[in-house]
């Protein structure tokens, strides 16, 4: 298991932008491949991005393509998610999460093991 714990959560107004870090302790951080989830109230959680465990593929929901980029620095153990152009309906929790599997690559919410606690980002019209 590794233990996840992001930060950077935050208000902001729409149009404005925000940076989430996940820290990861407790394995080998850069075998694994990462993401972000996020859920909003009274909805199920969604796949937002995730990063490959080089960090060379990424992917994306569409509904953030072009305003949000994901990457990770295997050397302090933490993912980002950049976030630009926020729009009200990006008001969620955001969850980082780590897959079970070294090695691989996936956007499957089904092969992430490892879940944070999530952080509350709420833009504002």
């Known amino acids: 298991q590794v233990q996840l714990v992001e930060s950077g959560g935050g208000l902001v107004q729409a149009g404005g932008s925000l940076r989430l870090s996940c820290a990861a302790s407790?394995?080998?951080?850069?075998?694994?491949?990462m993401g972000w989830f996020r859920q909003a109230p009274g909805k199920e959680r969604e796949f937002v991005a995730g990063?490959?465990?080089?960090?060379?593929?990424?992917y994306y929901t569409d509904s953030v393509k072009g305003r949000f980029t994901i990457s990770r620095d295997n050397a302090k153990n933490t993912v980002y998610l950049q976030m630009n152009s926020l729009k009200p309906e990006d008001t969620a929790v955001y969850y980082c999460?780590?897959?079970?599997?070294?090695?691989?690559?996936?956007?499957?919410?089904?092969?992430?093991?490892?879940w944070g606690q999530g952080t509350q980002v709420t833009v504002s019209s």
């Open positions: 407790g394995r080998t951080f850069s075998t694994y491949a």
């Open positions: 999460a780590a897959s079970k599997l070294p090695l691989i690559f996936t956007v499957d919410s089904d092969s992430f093991g490892s």
């Open positions: 990063i490959s465990w080089t960090g060379g593929r990424t």
